[in-house]
């Protein structure tokens, strides 16, 4: 199977959709929709809490019975400022409704009904710079394990023209604490100008997964298990927003030792 999903049209505004079923792993889904103005998605799940992160545009949203109205800030994912986002629980009953042009990545991964549907502000969402020189990459903690949470975790990343991210090649396949925890990943593309490409490489230490990806806009790339960079060309800069589950909330990777070294600088 392809780690490489590329987007078409599913149905109605969807043209992302992986499940555990899909992507033959325990743990992670991911959706992403365009919705028109005033164009209205129902969405619920049984089992699965979900995060919606309103990528850019407007919407209401209500869970059950609240309702956060207006929903939303900025209109590009390139713009300089954090997103918006809605936490859900399992077996709750959600409608968007778009006030405009929408772009909406929902996030899902197994709920137990521990915490209730709110509002994460962009001001409550912590924001670092990570690597220097040409790995240099800005990130966006949209609900880290520090956040109240069932099993997500979601993570954006902004990479400018000519750098690398995920990088060096980081692995979180094994679950070993506290040397390393188990999480399955998602990475969901964005390229700035849109015709541009990024590449992602997906590899393991015995190279029984060893995949090289050109990855488009609105592209998701599945990460099962291995080491996962992301290198930008020239000209475009790369957005991609990140979704991990396991079986422990917990991220601890490990960098792959044959590039190691250049932390030590």
Not at 28 to 50: P, Q, T, Y
Not at 77 to 106: G, M, R
Not at 188 to 200: E, I, L, S, T, W
Not at 225 to 245: E, F, W
Request: some cysteine; hydrophobic content about 35%.
């Amino acid at each position: 199977m392809s780690l490489l999903s590329r987007p078409k049209n599913i149905k109605g505004s969807c043209y992302q959709k992986i499940t555990p079923q899909s992507a033959n792993w325990d743990f992670v889904g991911f959706e992403a929709h365009d919705l028109k103005e005033f164009e209205l998605l129902d969405w619920e799940d049984e089992s699965n809490e979900c995060c919606l992160v309103i990528l850019s545009g407007m919407a209401n949203i209500s869970v059950d019975e609240q309702e956060f109205k207006s929903v939303g800030e900025r209109m590009s994912v390139f713009d300089d400022i954090n997103p918006h986002a809605i936490y859900a629980p399992n077996k709750s009953k959600i409608k968007i409704t778009a006030l405009t042009k929408l772009e909406l990545a929902i996030a899902i991964a197994p709920g137990f009904g521990n915490f209730p549907a709110r509002h994460i502000k962009p001001d409550e969402m912590s924001s670092e710079v990570r690597g220097e020189g040409s790995n240099e990459r800005f990130i966006c903690n949209i609900l880290p394990e520090q956040e109240k949470a069932d099993s997500l975790l979601v993570v954006e990343v902004k990479t400018p023209s000519g750098n690398w991210s995920s990088y060096p090649p980081h692995k979180h396949d094994s679950d070993n604490i506290p040397v390393e925890t188990y999480l399955e990943e998602t990475y969901y593309h964005r390229v700035n100008p849109p015709q541009g490409f990024a590449f992602q490489r997906v590899y393991t230490d015995d190279l029984s997964i060893d995949e090289t990806m050109a990855v488009e806009d609105k592209c998701v790339v599945l990460v099962p298990k291995g080491y996962h960079p992301v290198g930008v060309p020239h000209g475009y800069d790369s957005y991609y927003l990140n979704v991990m589950a396991g079986p422990k909330r917990q991220w601890i990777f490990n960098n792959d030792p044959k590039h190691e070294w250049m932390l030590e600088k």
